[in-house]
């Protein structure tokens, strides 16, 4: 089997801007990923994370160096373009991962009102 890098797109959103919520939200959905594309944090090449103007209380990051094994997986925060009438208190990811699957076989989670940014990828058509 011939290994690549793929990515994996997820997102989800928060209620409120603090770090206990934003922490919570970053572990639900990277529990999601995980789960529906079953890695290992060795396998991860590097994470993408953006968020919105209005959350500025914590970095994504900082939530997802704390999951076993995620110490030496390169994380970036980065700003979302601003958009009129985009979704607000949104946390988007980018995952590259070294799999032997193939692009279209990797499982986008997007959660709670992110849901709304890409319906046609919600987890209910996988179960």
């Given at each position: 089997?011939?290994?690549?890098?793929?990515?994996?797109?997820?997102?989800?959103?928060?209620?409120?801007?603090?770090?206990?919520?934003?922490?919570?939200?970053?572990?639900?959905?990277?529990?999601?990923?995980?789960?529906?594309?079953?890695?290992?944090?060795?396998d991860i090449?590097?994470?993408?994370?953006?968020?919105?103007?209005?959350?500025?209380?914590?970095?994504?990051?900082?939530?997802?160096?704390?999951?076993?094994?995620?110490?030496?997986?390169?994380?970036?925060?980065?700003?979302?373009?601003?958009?009129?009438?985009?979704?607000?208190?949104?946390?988007?990811i980018l995952?590259?991962?070294?799999?032997?699957?193939?692009?279209?076989?990797?499982?986008?989670?997007?959660?709670?009102?992110?849901?709304?940014?890409?319906?046609?990828?919600?987890?209910?058509?996988?179960?």
């Amino acid at each position: 089997m011939e290994w690549k890098v793929r990515g994996i797109r997820g997102a989800t959103t928060v209620a409120k801007n603090a770090p206990r919520a934003i922490a919570e939200a970053v572990n639900e959905l990277l529990d999601e990923i995980e789960a529906h594309n079953q890695f290992r944090a060795e396998d991860i090449v590097c994470v993408f994370f953006t968020t919105t103007a209005d959350l500025d209380t914590m970095f994504p990051a900082a939530a997802a160096r704390k999951r076993p094994g995620w110490d030496h997986v390169p994380l970036i925060d980065l700003d979302q373009m601003k958009v009129k009438g985009s979704l607000e208190y949104c946390i988007r990811i980018l995952i590259q991962v070294n799999t032997p699957h193939a692009q279209s076989a990797m499982v986008h989670c997007y959660l709670r009102q992110a849901q709304n940014l890409r319906p046609d990828l919600d987890l209910q058509i996988y179960s």
